[in-house]
């Protein structure tokens, strides 16, 4: 299905008319939790993870079989002020190693059985250095969403959302100030290792870009600020809520973008949950500005969609005990 909006106003009217969870499938997985030969509660966040995914995916007793996960790739101007320890060319290289099957991510895919699409997107051209002009004119910013959404495959059943961009935890920080508010020391960190004159000069870029784009419109600092991959991921995130796929997020760049969705449309991100708890400094606060508890906290820092894609095994646990496991009906055990 290709995107449904030509304009920034238009993807918008997309989100806010996506449909919500289905209420009866809900309910009956609900009723299905209470059944099973457990104690009430005893798997804890796994049985509110089923009966979440149960909802979206409007089946009472579901399974996942068909995960996917996309890794969108852009390079970036501002990388131009010195913001990142490793070269842009870094971007391309890295897409060739995802494309043949080399990165850690590709390991994850092949362990939890997830089909794998790479989306590099104008490597030749980076977006404008966002101190000194928007990131992207309306029609790029616009192209990449609908390159995200178009992405998502309508028969998969559970998507992540990954990225290689070198700058783009730059970035980020930006997208999250600009969203939720704060200094930009607040969400600046050391991405791929920085050291403190790097960080220094990293933070000192973002103070820039928030001073030059002074914005309220959540998409529109996505456009200003951000990436075509953070872009992408958007789009891609919004057709899962359309299509009515759960989406497990990564680490922090994935959650800035996320966050423009969250603060520009209510409930937006209700078929998310977030995968990892990242040791990027400010991911913390970032999840707390988007209201998701993390499901693994490894201190990981890799991005590429890594960590999510290693939380698609704690979701395929929940799923596996609840739809699995007998009734106490079923296995003939008194329920007290």
Known sequence: MQAPFT??????????????????????????NGQLTKPPGALGRLEDLAIWYAGWRGDAQPRITAPQVIIFAGNHGVCAQGVSAFPPEVTVQMVANFEHGGAAINQLCKEFGAKM????????TPTADFTTAPAMTEAEFVDALQTGWNAVDPDADLLVTGEMGIGNTTSAAAVAA???????????GRGTGVDDAGLARKTQVVEQGLALHKISDPLEALRCLGGRELAAMVGAIAAARHHRIPVILDGFICCAAAASLAKAVDGALDHTVA?????????????DGIRKQPLLNLGLRLGEG???????????????CHSGMATFAEAGVSDG
Do not use: C, M, N
């Open 117 to 124: 699409d790479v989306y590099p997107l104008s490597l030749d």
């Open 306 to 320: 890594s960590g999510a894609a290693l939380a698609i095994g704690v979701l395929k646990g929940a799923i596996a």
């Open 7 to 32: 304009t920034i106003s238009t993807f918008r009217d997309a989100l806010a008319k996506a449909a919500g969870p289905d209420a009866a499938a809900t309910q009956a997985a609900q009723d299905r």
């Open 178 to 188: 600009a969203v939720l508010g704060g200094e930009a020391a607040d969400w600046t």
């Open 275 to 287: 995968g990892h708890l990242s040791a990027e400094g400010a991911h913390q606060r970032l999840l």
